[in-house]
């Protein structure tokens, strides 16, 4: 009984195992990918940082709302021009405060800025990127104790 037992049991695991292999391979397509985008180089002009609402995706770490402006680099393209944007990191997270002083951004500051602007796919329309601030690392001030 006891052996009949031990039997069973492994086959249900390496059934489970199995299961588990096969379900993480996929022959649906990605939904909404693969995207392109058309790039408006420009600038980026702090105009406030301020406390997080309690409510709002924040890091939970002091969280921050950083407002800025889009400039396009190109006169001709004013019309991209963009107020009152909201620079977030990770999944639209307000960063923490920690995190945004030590990466130098500050209120009055301009920044080089990128408008990405959609053009293939049904990824998001409109995206902004700072070329030379890395935002990756976000979780050591977003998440670390303090």
């Not at 301020?50 to 409510?55: L, R, T």
């Not at 939970?60 to 889009?70: A, E, H």
């Not at 902004?128 to 998440?143: A, H, R, V």
Request: net charge positive; proline share 8%.
């Amino acid at each position: 009984m006891r052996q009949t037992m031990r039997w069973l049991l492994a086959a249900v695991v390496v059934s489970a195992l199995c299961g588990c292999a096969g379900s993480a391979v996929s022959n649906h397509p990605v939904v909404g990918g693969p995207c392109a985008y058309k790039d408006i180089p420009g600038w980026a002009r702090i105009v406030s940082i301020e406390n997080a609402p309690k409510q709002a995706h924040n890091c939970t770490n002091d969280p921050v709302v950083v407002r800025f402006d889009f400039i396009p680099a190109d006169p001709s393209l004013e019309a991209k021009q963009a107020e009152d944007l909201t620079l977030t990191v990770g999944g639209g997270m307000n960063p923490a405060r920690s995190y945004v002083a030590a990466k130098g951004i500050v209120k009055g500051k301009t920044y080089r800025c990128v408008r990405r602007e959609i053009t293939k796919g049904t990824c998001t329309p409109v995206l902004y990127t700072f070329p030379k601030i890395d935002l990756s690392d976000f979780d050591k001030g977003c998440f670390a104790k303090p």
